[in-house]
Structures are given as C-alpha cells and as structure tokens.
C-alpha cells in the first residue's frame, strides 16, 4: 500500500513540475514580447514569477530525487 501512495505521490509531483515548466514557459514568451514591444514594465514581475517558479521547481525535483532514493534503499532491504 506504501508503495503505491509512493506511486501517486511521486505521478502528482511530476505532473505539477510539468505544468509549471510550461508556466514558466508562457512568462517567459510573454516577457520577451513585451521586451520586443518595449514594454519595460512587464518584464520585472514576469522574471520576478519565473525566478520563484524555478525555485519552487527545483525544490519540488530534490524532493522527487530524495524520495526516489528512499525507496530504492528500503527495497533493496526487504526479502523477494
């Protein structure tokens, strides 16, 4: 049952990264239209939004590394 909690945990957080990346994908399209509009004006809040999506990401990943790592060690313990 552990195991498959894991699963779903693990699908979920992938899902989530994913869309963000996409997210941050859009922020940075829209940054560099209004940079060739010369929009100045946007672009601080949109590098502000990417730089908080990358950090939220990346602490999401280290989570999906250590977790990963968890349960390869605990598997590797238990009798097949």
Same mark, same amino acid.
């Given at each position: 049952? +552990?195991?498959q909690?894991g699963?779903? @945990?693990f699908? %979920? *957080? @992938?899902? =989530?990264?994913? +869309?963000l990346v996409i *997210?941050?994908l859009w =922020?940075l +399209?829209?940054? =560099? ?6 929009s100045?004006? $946007?672009? *601080?809040?949109?590098?502000?939004s990417?730089? $908080?999506?990358f $950090?939220f990401?990346?602490l999401l =990943? !280290?989570y999906?590394? +250590?977790?990963?790592? #968890? *349960?390869? !060690?605990?598997? #590797? %313990?238990?009798?097949?």
């Amino acid at each position: 049952q +552990t195991l498959q909690q894991g699963t779903a @945990l693990f699908t %979920g *957080i @992938l899902v =989530l990264i994913g +869309t963000l990346v996409i *997210i941050q994908l859009w =922020l940075l +399209t829209a940054a =560099l239209e209004a940079f060739l509009a010369r929009s100045y004006h $946007v672009l *601080i809040p949109a590098a502000a939004s990417s730089a $908080v999506l990358f $950090v939220f990401n990346a602490l999401l =990943l !280290r989570y999906v590394v +250590t977790f990963d790592e #968890r *349960i390869r !060690r605990e598997g #590797r %313990g238990r009798p097949h």
